[in-house]
């Protein structure tokens, strides 16, 4: 009986701990430290919101600036965060890749030829990656600066005001949110 009253304490105890606790001391941390992330980086007009810098959104008009693919089904589905899990020699994701090079060369009008940024035709671990690297970005410019009327440099300036550099200048690569890269051409801030 001893036994079963100090495993009902134990597990009453542990319980609090880890599931009262420790989950809001957490919360408050990251709340005083990153406030932003943890409210989901949510990007609002006014009242509106228009999204979230932390997760990629389907941009598929030929004047917007389109992300990486998304791996989730639906696409860029947030409750559902998962990567395709398919190997590198595997004859689907062969399939999946070749159809998105057709279709990333078709919408920019590039020669079969010319290389294209991995990021454009492979998803992330995660399947929602709001970013895409600087040569994806680039490579998009005279395709949205044909289909909005205005010159390519106005273009290219707004990709490099959206740069984003490595962690400390260390970890990842140079890159650019697609959703502030798209509301920044649609305000047309340089």
């Not at 701990?17 to 001391?25: A, H, M, S, T, V």
């Not at 943890?38 to 228009?50: L, P, Q, V, Y």
């Not at 810098?53 to 917007?64: A, H, K, S």
Request: some cysteine; aromatic content about 6%; charged content about 20%.
């Amino acid at each position: 009986m001893l036994q079963l009253k100090r495993s009902i304490l134990a597990f009453a105890g542990l319980s609090i701990i880890c599931g009262l606790i420790y989950p809001l001391g957490i919360t408050a941390l990251s709340q005083a430290i990153f406030p932003r992330q943890s409210n989901a980086g949510i990007i609002k007009k006014g009242d509106i919101i228009i999204g979230s810098e932390l997760i990629g959104q389907q941009f598929t008009r030929p004047e917007y600036f389109h992300g990486r693919p998304s791996a989730t089904d639906p696409s860029y589905d947030a409750s559902n965060s998962s990567g395709s899990n398919l190997a590198p020699s595997s004859a689907k994701l062969l399939e999946q890749v070749k159809a998105r090079l057709e279709q990333v060369r078709k919408e920019n009008g590039l020669p079969a030829n010319m290389p294209v940024p991995a990021d454009l035709v492979l998803a992330s671990a995660s399947g929602l990656d709001p970013h895409i690297s600087v040569e994806a970005a680039l490579l998009q410019v005279p395709r949205i600066a044909r289909e909005r009327k205005i010159p390519q440099s106005v273009i290219e300036k707004i990709v490099y005001k959206n740069i984003e550099n490595p962690f400390l200048d260390i970890w990842g690569m140079r890159r650019v949110n697609v959703l502030r890269l798209n509301i920044d051409l649609d305000s047309r801030r340089v």
